[in-house]
Nanobody, 127 residues
Framework: QVQLVESGGGLVQPGGSLRLSCAASGQTFTSRTMGWFRQAPGKEREFVAAMWSTGSSTYYADSVKGRFTISSDTAKNTVYLQMDSLKPEDTAVYYC????????????????????WGQGTQVTVSS
């Protein structure tokens, strides 16, 4: 099992930026999928972005494409989510997730396909 710890959330004004970090420890595998999901109050958890640990594939929700960037630092076992041009509708608790295999395009956006989750970090976009 992989342990995930998110950090970097906070309060930011519309149009601002934040970078979330997700540090992985424990039983890590070379080939895995790392994802970011978010959940706003009263709403279901939704996919934000994901990538393969090989770095060869990245996926984004349409709502964040062009504004958010997922990346990783293999040496630090850390995945990042750079969030730019933030909007009030981006307000949510953001969760990091992992699966110890390379998920395909159908599975990678589905939270049920991930078996390790962080505790979440709050992102609030408000003036």
């Amino acid at each position: 099992q992989v342990q995930l710890v998110e950090s970097g959330g906070g309060l930011v004004q519309p149009g601002g930026s934040l970078r979330l970090s997700c540090a992985a420890s424990g039983q890590t595998f070379t080939s895995r999928t790392m994802g970011w999901f978010r959940q706003a109050p009263g709403k279901e958890r939704e996919f934000v972005a994901a990538m393969w640990s090989t770095g060869s594939s990245t996926y984004y929700a349409d709502s964040v494409k062009g504004r958010f960037t997922i990346s990783s630092d293999t040496a630090k076992n850390t995945v990042y989510l750079q969030m730019d041009s933030l909007k009030p509708e981006d307000t949510a608790v953001y969760y990091c997730a992992a699966r110890s295999l390379l998920l395909g395009s159908w599975s990678i956006t589905r939270h049920s396909q991930y078996n390790s989750w962080g505790q979440g970090t709050q992102v609030t976009v408000s003036s």
